[in-house]
């Protein structure tokens, strides 16, 4: 069974900071494809960043310069910094990963339950 676990999320300034954490397990981490998203209330969800397995990252412009993405495939972690933040930042952030519960079998999209983000003063 696969479970992305995030954490991190909670209420900050704007111009403040996050790091969110998304803790993987029951998929092959080192060779899964992982991302951020969000979602804003009466919004799609959109990409915030994806990072594959060799480390090539694809950020939205709107975060490009503010987030940062990394991924530690020793612990199963991606982590995603999130500097000056801004209201428009505000949204319920997921985790996922696309990837393989062993080999032979296909790759799937896996999803986190969501760590939500509010920007405020």
């Known amino acids: 069974q696969v479970q992305l676990v995030e954490s991190g999320g909670g209420l900050v300034q704007p111009g403040g900071s996050l790091r969110l954490s998304c803790a993987a397990s029951?998929?092959?981490?080192?060779?899964?494809?992982m991302g951020w998203y969000r979602q804003a209330p009466g919004k799609q969800r959109e990409l915030v960043v994806s990072?594959?397995?060799?480390?090539?990252?694809n950020y939205a412009d709107s975060v490009k310069g503010r987030f940062t993405v990394a991924r530690d495939n020793a612990k199963n972690t991606v982590t995603l910094q999130m500097n000056s933040l801004k209201p428009e930042d505000t949204a319920v952030y997921y985790c996922n990963a696309f990837g393989r519960t062993s080999l032979g079998k296909p790759r799937q999209n896996y999803w986190g339950q969501g760590t939500q983000v509010t920007v405020s003063s």
């Open positions: 029951g998929i092959i981490f080192s060779i899964a494809d």
């Open positions: 990072i594959t397995s060799v480390g090539s990252t």
